[in-house]
């Protein structure tokens, strides 16, 4: 089945230091990428998407890129303020047999920003 | 536009109890998603529906049910409760017609413990 894998975390970094976390996935056909960020206590809130190859999201000074070749979907960061601190979920859209669809998550990767 | 709302934000229940939970879309959605976030299992779908009717669901025991009414709010039950239930639940909705249609938008979630 689909799959997206997430570098692991805790990220420490220091603030204007440059983010990138890493999102692999595995899928047949050609999904939707996200990445979500959930703050503590907290829902998911859409960072930015992804809908085709080559695709590039942005959103409040993130990018990812949709790379089909290498089937990745890194997210960028060139300035983390110690507001980003959060968690950070990379997903893929499954296109299931009923209509619909489902995301497909990543384990999340804590960031944590320090000034 | 307001967003998802999910009622209650938190509840304690104890095992074998039964729970209800709710979820209002966004206005216009008319799929909404569930899902189950735990520090294990990570986040995971447990079932959609369209128009009043599940149309996908995930790989959950059948003591987890829902349901949505014909203005796409909807509920979903966990009946006979035990202690591994106890997760944030997340719900999602979104617009096939809007042209986003893999785009889920979630609510603040409903963090249930089971004692």
């Not at chain 1, 047999?97 to 320090?114: I, R, S």
């Not at chain 2, 909404?32 to 986040?43: H, M």
Request: one cysteine or more; proline letters at 4%.
């Amino acid at each position: 089945g689909n799959s997206v894998t997430q570098m692991e975390g805790p990220v420490t970094l220091s603030e204007e230091a440059f983010l990138t976390i890493n999102c692999t996935y595995t899928a047949t056909g050609y999904p939707s990428l996200f990445w979500y960020v959930q703050y503590p206590g907290e829902g998911l809130q859409l960072l930015l998407k992804a809908t085709k190859a080559d695709d590039k999201g942005s959103n409040k000074g993130f990018e990812a890129t949709y790379r089909k070749e290498t089937t990745s979907f890194h997210l960028e960061k060139g300035s983390v303020q110690v507001s980003d601190s959060a968690v950070y979920f990379c997903a893929l859209s499954d296109r299931l047999t009923g209509g619909g669809n489902k995301l497909t998550f990543g384990t999340g990767t804590q960031l944590k920003v320090e000034l | 536009k307001a967003g998802v709302t999910q009622t209650p934000r938190y509840l304690i229940k104890t095992r074998g109890q039964q729970v209800t939970l709710s979820c209002s879309p966004i206005s216009g959605h008319r799929s909404v998603s569930w899902y189950q976030q735990t520090p294990g299992q990570g986040l995971q779908f447990l079932f959609e529906y369209f128009s009043e009717t599940q149309r996908n669901k995930g790989n959950f025991p059948g003591r987890f049910s829902g349901r949505q009414f014909s203005n796409s709010r909807s509920e979903m039950n966990v009946s006979t409760l035990e202690l591994g239930d106890s997760a944030l639940y997340l719900c999602a909705s979104s617009s096939p017609s809007s042209g986003e249609l893999d785009t889920q938008y979630f609510g603040p979630g409903t963090r249930l413990t089971v004692l």
